[in-house]
């Protein structure tokens, strides 16, 4: 069955870096739509970065651009998260996500996505 699986998250202080990792098995891993959500407590899951796995064509959240790079092995069915300058509102429960089915609409509506990992946290303390 599909599995997406992350690591990386850990505690860091302001302007250090992290960089989460989520292993795609399961399905046939081609030009599918992968992304990365973030959820903190009391707030909405926000998109933060999306990758079209066929052609690496990605897209970012305004509160992250120039800070967070998405990227992809594709020999490894692995997409990865660098985030650099992290801050404390970076703080939250990160997800990888996979639009397997094609369901399209928005990239950054969560609903879209049909497959979700674990979730790792990132902490960033001031």
């Known amino acids: 069955q599909v599995q997406l699986v992350e690591s990386g998250g850990g505690s860091v202080q302001a302007g250090g870096s992290l960089r989460l990792s989520c292993a795609a098995s399961g399905y046939t891993y081609g030009n599918k739509l992968m992304g990365w959500f973030r959820q903190a407590p009391g707030k909405e899951r926000e998109g933060v970065a999306v990758?079209?796995?066929?052609?690496?064509?990605?897209y970012y959240a305004d509160s992250v651009k120039g800070r967070f790079t998405i990227s992809q092995d594709n020999a490894k069915n692995t997409v990865y998260l660098q985030m650099n300058s992290l801050k404390p509102e970076d703080s939250a429960m990160y997800y990888c996500?996979?639009?397997?089915?094609?369901?399209?609409?928005?990239?950054?509506?969560?609903?879209?996505?049909?497959?979700w990992g674990q979730g790792t946290q990132v902490s960033v303390s001031s």
């Open positions: 996500a996979a639009d397997i089915t094609g369901r399209g609409g928005w990239i950054f509506d969560w609903a879209r996505f049909d497959y």
């Open positions: 990758i079209y796995t066929g052609g690496g064509t990605t």
